[in-house]
């Protein structure tokens, strides 16, 4: 059964960082590009990080650019999201989501191109 897990969520304080992780079941995560979701409470799900398959493409959400690093590891069926400098409106789920890409540098501009996501990873940040 092909499935995403997230892990490494939790709770820090303002300035804190956070390193989450999504592991990859069932497929081969070299095939499929990356991206990390977040949704906050009473808040849309929006698209925070994205990394292609070869990694030469990413793409970060203005709220965290320079804040956040998108990287994979695809022999380890693994992607990463490092945080630093957490703020108080990082506060979310974290969603992991896998895209098939026929492309080695594509990267979907819309989330219904995800087709594999994780249950998510709760990230709460205190000011």
């Known amino acids: 059964q092909a499935q995403v897990e997230e892990s490494g969520g939790g709770s820090v304080q303002a300035g804190g960082s956070l390193r989450l992780s999504c592991v990859a079941s069932?497929?081969?995560?070299?095939?499929?590009?990356m991206g990390w979701f977040r949704q906050a409470p009473g808040k849309e799900r929006e698209s925070v990080a994205g990394?292609?398959?070869?990694?030469?493409?990413?793409y970060y959400a203005d709220s965290v650019k320079g804040r956040c690093t998108i990287s994979r590891d695809n022999a380890e069926n693994t992607v990463y999201l490092q945080m630093n400098s957490l703020k108080p409106e990082d506060t979310a789920v974290y969603f992991c989501?896998?895209?098939?890409?026929?492309?080695?540098?594509?990267?979907?501009?819309?989330?219904?191109?995800?087709?594999?996501w994780g249950q998510g990873a709760q990230v709460t940040v205190s000011s």
């Open positions: 069932g497929f081969g995560l070299a095939a499929y590009a």
């Open positions: 990394i292609s398959r070869n990694s030469r493409r990413t």
């Open positions: 989501a896998a895209s098939f890409s026929s492309i080695v540098d594509g990267l979907p501009d819309k989330e219904s191109a995800y087709t594999y």
